[in-house]
């Protein structure tokens, strides 16, 4: 099984179907500044994700913490190819 822990701008999933009864922790990484495209630069969620977390249903923030599992904060996600 592999267990997701939020260390180092890295977040990591859980694929338990126990541990998905849980809500997940929040991605948050307390480094809240938002690019030009309103994402943030430490989590990886768009402002739209952040702002709409706590009304989320249990298996949409799953799936957002699931997507973020590869997100690099070093990467230029608005280089060509990126």
């Not at 990886?44 to 702002?51: A, F, K, V, Y």
């Not at 298996?59 to 990126?82: C, F, K, N, S």
Request: charged share 30%; aromatic share 6%.
């Amino acid at each position: 099984m592999a267990d997701k822990i939020v260390k180092s701008h890295k977040v990591s999933t859980v694929s338990a179907a126990s541990e998905r009864d849980s809500w997940p922790l929040s991605p948050c990484v307390l480094i809240c500044t938002l690019d030009d495209e309103d994402r943030c630069l430490g989590c990886g969620r768009t402002l739209d994700q952040i702002s709409g977390w706590a009304a989320m249903s249990k298996a949409e923030q799953w799936d957002i913490v699931d997507a973020l599992a590869d997100w690099d904060p070093d990467r230029d996600y608005h280089a060509a190819g990126g």
